[in-house]
Every structure is written in C-alpha cells, then in structure tokens.
C-alpha cells in the first residue's frame, strides 16, 4: 500500500513539475514535449487508481492524437525552434496571483471537505474494458450516442473553417457563369 | 491510498493550466493549458469514482466523454488557429485586438492577406443575391442587379 502511495507521489510531482514546464519554458515545442510527460504521469496516475481502460484511452488519444494535433499546427504555424522571448504577456504576474488564488481556494475547499478521506483501493474493483464497456452500453448509451453527434458537429466544423476560401472559388466559379448567362440572355 | 493526493495534483494541474491560459501569448500554448485544466478535472472524476465506488461507474464514464469532448475542442481550437495564423501570419492572441473597445480604434494594422476581408463583402452580395432571388420572381431581379452594382470595385475584376 505504501508502495502504490509512494508511486503516486512520483507521478504526481512529475505531473505537476513537467506541467510547470508547459506553462514556463520559453521553447514552443518543448511546451508540446513535456504536455506528453504531463499526460504520460497523468496515466499513470489512472492506473494506480483502478482506472486501467481511462489510462490506455489517455495514451491512446491524449499522447497519440492531441499531441500530434497541437505538434502539426505548431509546424504549420512555422513556430520557431529557438527560444522565443516574448512568449508570455506583460500580465504574467497578475495570471500567477490568479493561478495562486485559484489553488488557494480549490485546494481549502477540498482539505475542508475531504480530510481523512481513504480511497480502498483494495477493495476497489478494476475499471477494465469490460467493466466499462458495460457500463457504457448499459446505463450512458444515450450520452454516448449524443456525443457521437457532438463529434460529427466537430468534424465538419473543423472542415468548414479548413477549407473557406477553397469553396469561395468553386462559388464564385458557378456565380460568374450564371451572370454570363444572364448577360447573354 | 489519502483521496487528497489525486485531488492536490489535480488542483496544482488546474492552477497551472489557468496561469498557462491567461499568460501565454501563442494561441496553440492557450490551447495547451485548456488541456492541462481539463485533465486535471479527469483526474479529480476518476479519484472520485474509485473513492466513492459506485457499480454505474459513473466518474470513469465521464472522464472518457471529457476525453472526447476535449479531442473535438482541441480539433475546432487548432482548425481556428490556422485560420488566424492564415489571416494574420501570426498566432499572437495579444495582438488580435479587432474587437477591442478603444476610443478612435482604426482598421487593424497588421492584416496581411488584405483579399480575406473581401470575403466578406462577397459573401454578402451573396446574401443579397440569394435572398432577393429567393423571394423569387422577376420583378425583384434589378434589385439583385443594384446590390451587386454595390459590390466594391475591387473585387470586380476577379475571376
């Protein structure tokens, strides 16, 4: 048991350090490089907690799509490999009271509330694929499916942004044809 | 296993994604502290679950919809990004001050592709066109001729 505590500890500080390390380094990339340590640690941490199918989801969509996502669009953004001076505003020292009040405040509230608390890990069964997958289909299909949608919304969002100026042409290719005829006729 | 050590790391991992979205200036930095603070939510549901043991394992169901929703977030948030980045050539979200609430505000000054905001203009001929053709009829088409006769010259040379 104290092995499993001390395993999380580890994870967290270096969850928590390599996050430190997203906000602060003044490299654009290794911002994307140590969000995968942030998420790999954060996985981890699922694990330790039971939560063995949320732990390969993380991996498989956090570290395996998102951080490919943001690494592609900091190389079609040409951001810059050296270190960038001016990456943060003026006002960093105002977002830092916010953070601090921000952790002030969650963090009171939850030694007030939670204090003593144990998690019976032990006792705890394994959130695998099966105990989750039949949670899923039993009881949160209608969520499920409603996100399904939510995902479709998404993708063609994401389409429609992409690709403005490409269907301004075909438009206006079909527009000057009809004023041709109507000129003509 | 104490269930404030999942709920400390995840309250660190939220205070540091709020400090990375307010003082970042690039956008896609801004995007990455929205994904710290939504992981350290996913760690707050799953600690919950697991402590409070319920056989609908409500809180591990919900951290993969997060999971999700933020996979889609993170996908609209880049294809926005790249939108910007197309338009300005930059993705500084301190200079991107259009709808800023200055006294004598001017025309941004750094608009680098001066033709997308001809977009907009031809997008509402097109509204025009396309209300007034669908309103229907003939006798409303010199009124779709008067709103394209409105077009700004410059675009009338295109294609």
Known sequence: ?185 | MPLLYPLLVSTLLFAIGVYGVLARRNAILVLMGVELMLNAVNLNLVAFDTWHGDGLRSGQVLTLFVITIAAAEIGLGLAIVLRLFRLRAHVDVDRVRDLADREGAGPPEDVMVADEWADGADHARDLVDGSAERMGGGEHVDGADQARSTQPAGSGGQG
């Open chain 1, 1 to 185: 048991m104290t092995a499993v505590r001390v395993l999380f500890l580890l994870l967290g500080v270096v969850a928590v350090g390599s996050a430190l390390l997203v906000v602060t380094t003044r490299r654009v990339v290794h911002a994307a490089l140590w969000l995968v340590v942030t998420l790999g640690a954060l996985a981890g941490c699922y694990l330790l907690l039971t939560a063995e199918l949320v732990a390969w989801v993380q991996v498989l969509i956090y570290v395996g799509a998102v951080v490919v996502l943001l690494v592609f669009a900091l190389m079609l953004t040409r951001s810059p490999t050296a270190p960038v001076a001016d990456l943060t505003t003026a006002n960093a020292w105002f977002a830092g009271i916010v953070a601090v009040a921000v952790a002030g405040v969650v963090g009171t509230t939850l030694v007030a509330g939670f204090r003593g608390e144990v998690i019976d890990l032990a006792g705890a069964s394994i959130g695998g694929a099966e105990a989750i997958g039949t949670a899923v289909f039993a009881t949160w299909v209608l969520p499920f499916e409603v996100l399904s949608v939510l995902l479709l919304a998404a993708l063609v969002g994401a389409i429609v942004l992409s690709t403005a100026r490409a269907r301004r042409r075909d438009r206006e290719g079909i527009h000057d044809g009809v004023h041709d005829g109507e000129g003509s006729g």
